[in-house]
């Protein structure tokens, strides 16, 4: 699976962006687990979001809840993180990944377990 992250740029405090994760080379499958991670300058990846179709349950990290959600095109293969209410300590690049089967709750949320990646884009917001 190769995944291409896009929809990144510069926005104002408070504003929106939604971010695309393409795949391609195979589908995402009714049990993989899909995932958005953050990186900022001299911190360590975030993830933020995490679910898959099979367990009809998003998962969000502290630092988002209530401001991004995500959501998924089948048919286009291609999963989407609409970000709402920025904040400028949302600044950092923002990378997709993907696992062919789930893991349990919240360790979705864990960079270890996926196996492909996107390139990253990335995402500031200006005070």
């Known amino acids: 699976v190769q995944l291409q992250a896009s929809g990144g740029g510069l926005v104002q405090t408070g504003g929106s962006l939604r971010l695309s994760c393409a795949a391609s080379?195979?589908?995402?499958?009714?049990?993989?687990?899909i995932a958005w991670f953050r990186q900022a300058p001299g911190k360590e990846r975030e993830g933020i979001s995490c679910f898959t179709r099979s367990a009809g349950s998003t998962f969000y990290s502290d630092s988002v809840r209530g401001r991004f959600t995500t959501a998924r095109d089948n048919a286009k293969n291609t999963v989407y993180l609409q970000m709402n209410s920025l904040k400028p300590e949302d600044t950092a690049v923002y990378f997709c990944?993907?696992?062919?089967?789930?893991?349990?709750?919240?360790?979705?949320?864990?960079?270890?377990?996926?196996?492909?990646w996107g390139q990253g884009t990335q995402v500031t917001v200006s005070s």
């Open positions: 080379g195979s589908s995402l499958g009714y049990s993989s687990l």
């Open positions: 990944a993907a696992r062919a089967v789930r893991v349990p709750g919240r360790s979705c949320l864990n960079s270890f377990v996926y196996d492909y």
